[in-house]
């Protein structure tokens, strides 16, 4: 979906400010994050809590049906890449997404280039 292309740019102090905003936004992915979309009469909604101590857990409602999932994340603040490891099914499985600031919002991209988002912090 979106694409960040680097390149040689010479840096100036508005840069500086919004890569320091940037970083700050992204260290404090810890807390609950939500997702709402509606469509007519469909409501999709997805809360995620991250949890200091490295786990998550994750609450999918999808008109009056839900989906609770739990797990271990780990976040790499150097390239921005969020990986959640899921323990509450048969077996562990892990998902390393792409993270996208703007804000207070956090977009979630997966391997594939689904989009899940954005994401409101609370």
Do not use: H
């Not at 469509?39 to 909604?45: A, E, R, V």
């Not at 509450?88 to 689904?114: H, R």
């Amino acid at each position: 979906m979106v694409a960040i292309m680097s390149g040689g740019f010479v840096s100036c102090g508005d840069d500086d400010k919004e890569d320091a905003i940037e970083n700050t936004q992204s260290s404090s992915i810890i807390g609950t994050w939500t997702w709402i979309e509606r469509d007519g009469s469909y409501t999709f909604s997805m809360r995620i809590t991250f949890n200091s101590d490295g786990t998550y857990r994750s609450i999918i409602q999808e008109n009056s049906s839900n989906d609770e999932e739990y797990g271990k994340w780990t976040y790499d603040t150097n390239d921005y890449r969020l990986t959640l490891t899921t323990i509450s099914g048969e077996k562990p499985e892990a998902v390393t997404f792409t993270v996208k600031w703007q804000g207070n919002k956090m977009t979630l991209i997966d391997p594939d280039g689904d989009v899940y988002g954005p994401f409101t912090k609370q």
